[in-house]
């Protein structure tokens, strides 16, 4: 593997909080610091260390990042609470899911905070064909306004809230429900993150069905 | 945290570069020897003795070598992945030779044959040469499928790479003995 990841100073310069338990941080961009998008960092914090993925493009001045407070989670907690100007030890990038060059078509699926790889993505200007975005609930959709105005299918998949009536961009039910039942045949590659419950099973799906797609995935617990 | 994903439970896995293939194929077959070749340096690394620090700092450099190595076994000749690889240098395989003179050079002359075992270190370096060869018999059927191709110079090296360092494996065998001193039993005819 190529040698890419070395150690920065970063500061915490912004913090929006996006809903009851999620929130977005910006760091500044140190001048030496170049990543692909889909690449995450890790933070280190009072002895622990978590990654993160980068959700702003590779191009901004600035480093976005969408983190879940976790129950009992240490690190989420730890930033959520630090004062801005709060300076932190930084290591990165590092990860492979990032844009390969490719003739089939891109399907990016995403649950929960896994959007935050394809938010770069998008934002540095990578075409996909479709988005499917899995969450539980219309509240727990972020950046909307990033994937609407472009050429992607942008399918919002809802476990537990119910779709409005007549919605060509919402699915009632999980991701793996509307790959298997709905997206249409085709030559595609797959970019998946989130859980890794959420990978294994789409993973199967798309054996079945897609049996010549490739996969690159990411997954968290 | 739970370490099984469950992906591959329909008896696909998938490579480095993306595509899903089935679990006995050769690229696979070949990295997961590489993988048992890892781990089973890594059970001489902790069955050596005290005084064989220099050999527990190398077999740690060899095992990262092997995790690189791995990659370019799971990667596909025309996939953009290689873009993240990074060759392994033929000096490295120079480094080994070097290695294998010097503990060479330590041991008693060898003018037959030996049974493979001794001390526990000397028995899993066995088993680790072992092993070694037999990944490398794998890879050579993956080279010589990817010859020509984009990953050929790259496979070669780690091939080359592989043999010698079943031959450093041999000789780290030896040295585990004798640092313990213990004799290696010399085969006879039964």
């Known amino acids: 593997m190529k040698k890419g990841r070395s150690n920065f100073v970063v500061t915490l310069e912004k913090r929006r909080w996006l809903s009851q338990d999620t929130y977005e941080v910006t760091f500044n961009k140190p001048e030496d610091f170049f990543f692909r998008s889909g690449q995450h960092v890790i933070f280190h914090m009072g002895g622990e260390e978590r990654d993160y993925t980068i959700v702003s493009p590779e191009n901004d001045s600035c480093l976005v990042f969408l983190v879940k407070e976790m129950k009992g989670g240490v690190v989420s907690k730890q930033l959520a609470g630090i004062p801005i100007g709060t300076e932190l030890k930084m290591t990165g990038p590092g990860g492979y899911l990032v844009e390969r060059p490719t003739q089939k078509q891109r399907v990016l699926v995403a649950t929960g905070t896994g959007i935050a790889p394809f938010c770069s993505m998008i934002a540095s200007g990578m075409n996909a064909a479709f988005l499917l975005y899995g969450v539980r609930n219309q509240e727990s959709l972020h950046y909307n306004s990033l994937f609407e105005g472009t050429a992607l299918h942008y399918i919002k998949c809802l476990s537990v809230e119910a779709c409005m009536k007549n919605s060509s961009t919402c699915y009632d039910g999980h991701v793996t429900g509307f790959i298997k039942d709905i997206l249409p045949v085709g030559q595609y590659e797959f970019y998946l993150c989130g859980k890794w419950d959420m990978i294994k099973d789409v993973t199967h799906v798309i054996d079945t069905r897609f049996p010549d797609a490739n996969i690159y995935s990411e997954g968290f617990y | 945290m739970k370490v099984y994903t469950g992906g591959g439970d329909k008896g696909k896995t998938s490579l480095f570069s993306g595509e899903r293939v089935a679990k006995y194929s050769l690229r696979i077959d070949s990295y997961g020897d590489l993988d048992e070749l890892n ?83 000397a028995s899993w370096a066995h088993i680790g040469r072992t092993v070694c060869r037999r990944c490398e018999r794998k890879v050579t059927q993956l080279v010589e499928e990817e010859k020509g191709s984009k990953i050929d110079s790259a496979l070669q090296v780690i091939l080359v790479y592989l043999n010698r360092l079943s031959d450093y494996l041999f000789v780290v065998a030896r040295f585990a003995n004798k640092a313990e001193g213990r004799p290696d039993q010399v085969w006879r005819q039964p």
């Open chain 2, 39 to 121: 781990s089973v340096i890594g059970a001489i690394h902790s069955h050596l003795p005290e005084n064989t620090e220099s050999i527990k700092n190398e077999l740690l450099h060899i095992q990262a070598r092997l995790f690189q190595a791995g990659a370019w076994l799971a990667t596909t000749p025309e996939s953009s992945a290689i873009d993240f690889l990074e060759e392994l240098e033929e000096s490295v395989v120079k480094d080994l030779e070097n290695k294998i003179d010097e503990l060479t050079a330590e041991l008693t002359p060898l003018k037959e044959f030996i049974l493979p075992g001794g001390t526990p270190g």
